[in-house]
């Protein structure tokens, strides 16, 4: 209703960002993950996360819209695609709506929590928001869509192991300008290899850049490694 009202490209703002965690399904069509804030095999009452992020894309209220979807996608055999009335028109300017979003987990698979500091906490959100406070972030501080995908797969693998691999769209297009979502505080953390004394032998590092893992001489003295 406010749109409606409001004027400009993108009546109600730069970016809207719509977060859930808590219970979620797969049908067994596998069709698209959905939310399940109240639901039975005899009462049915869910929100399909796919159409729910397709039409806020198609209505262009927003320029970008973040989504973070830190929910299981178990696949329930008695579940259905629960059908999706709300299907707006495209807006003319809808090609031009950027999309980040993230579920935890492939299909059929479980999201996760686990105790960070003293407090249990989504795996996928603890990773996201690590790397929008810079350990996604190159060497100007500022974190892409591409570096932010990279890192939060990586980063929940190195959690969970690798069969816990979130599913994400970083809405990017190799023929446009990279998207930045952050201008973080910091760079990326900075790690110094220096050994004391003669050492021998190798430690491996992850880089964030590129999710590659690396390997170390430590017998080859002073390093300094973004990682």
Known sequence: EKAKQAT????????????????????????????????TP???????????????????????????????????????????????????????????????????????EVDFNGRWAGVLTQAFLAGAKGYAADENGVVYANAMKRFVIAAVKDQLGIDYEPDIDDGSDPNDPPWPLFQAARKLPRIVIQPVTVTSGKAAFRQILTGDTVEIDLAAGTQVKEV
């Open 42 to 112: 005899e009462t049915w009452n869910v929100v399909p996360m796919v159409p729910l992020r397709e039409s806020l894309r198609l209505r262009a209220h927003f320029q970008e819209v973040v989504v973070i979807f830190d929910a299981c996608r178990d696949t329930l055999g008695y579940g259905v695609d629960a059908v999706w009335l709300d299907q707006p028109q495209a807006a003319l300017n809808s090609n031009q709506v950027r999309v980040f979003s993230a579920f935890a987990s492939k299909t059929g698979k479980k999201a996760k």
């Open 8 to 39: 400009g490209k993108f009546p109600l703002g730069e970016r809207l960002y719509v977060y859930y965690a808590g219970h979620g399904y797969n049908a067994t069509t596998g069709q698209q993950s959905m939310i399940m804030p109240r639901s």
